[in-house]
C-alpha cells in the first residue's frame, strides 16, 4: 500500500520507517528495574566501554546512515530556514483530534509483526501516564508527544523529523549517538559554533538555543499556548537524550531549565517503556481522550 507517508526507504530516508530510530533508542535505553534516569551505554560507570561499541558495532545500517544524514544536514542555517517556514506562516486551523487522525495516515508498512498505529503509542503512552495517577495534563502531554511527525506527511526527511535532539551554533557533545558523523556538518568549519557555547551566552536558557529541527520542536509550538509549562517541556524535549539521559549541555541552561527539566526526565520512560504489541482500544477510549483535549484546547489550533 502506497501512503502519503511512506517515502522510504530512499536515499534521503534510510529507515524502513520512522519507528526504526525509537527502536535504536530504546536498545540504547534499555529499561533496567531500579535504573537511574541519566544511565546508559554512555555514561553507566557500571556499563563497560565495550558495551558501547557492542552497540554502535550492532547498530542497523539503515539505523547508521539515518544518524550521518542527521548528523550532517543539521545546521544552523537548516534550523532557521525550517523555524521560518514552519513557525512565522499562518496555518490553517484544525482539531487537535483531527491532527491525531491525519497523524495516523503515517502507515508503517515495513513490519507485518506490527500492527500498531501512531495513535496506538500516543494511546499506549497516555494510558500508562493515567494509569500511575498523574494529573490530566501529564496524560495529555502522552497523548500529543509524537504528533510532530506529521512533518513526514509534509515531506520532511526522516533526518528532519525523528532523532536525538541536540543544540545547533555550539560544540556538539560526544555524547550525542555516533558524534563522529559530525565531521561532515558545514557547521564544524565555522570556528564560531565550536566553542563551548557557541552563539550563545551560558546559561542563555534552551528556550533561546536553536535546536536540531524536528518533531519536538513542532508539536511545542503548535500547543505551547495551551498547555502548562510542565507539559510545555516533555514535548520540546522528550527527544533531547543528550541531555535528559546523558546530563549535557547544562552550561547552556538557565534556572528555569535546571526545575522543569525533571519533568522532561519524568516523561521519558512513558515513551519508551510502554510500547506493548497489544493495542490500546482506541474506539472505546475516545471520548475520554476527546474530554482531555476539550479541557485544555480550543475546537480548533494552527497546525
Ligand atoms: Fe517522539
Ligand atoms: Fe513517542
Redesign the pocket.
Known sequence: MITPGKTSPDENNPLESIEEW?EDVLRRYPETEGQAPTKSVFTDPNKKQEEFRDYASTTRDSVREFYRLNHKYQTVDFVKQKREQYLSLQKPKKSIWSALEYLNTLVDDSDPDTDLSQID??MQ?AEAIRADGHPRWFVLAGLL??VGKVLCLYGEPQWAVVGDTFPVGCAYSDKIVFAEFFADNPDSLVPEYQTKCGIYAEGCGFDNVLMSWGHDEYIYHATKDYLPLEAQYMLRY?SFYPAHREGEYTHLMDDQDREYFRWVNEFNPY??YTKSSEPPNAKELRPYYEDLIAEFFPAEVAW
Open positions: 525509537e503509542h500516543l503512552t508527544h509524537d522528550h515513551d519508551l
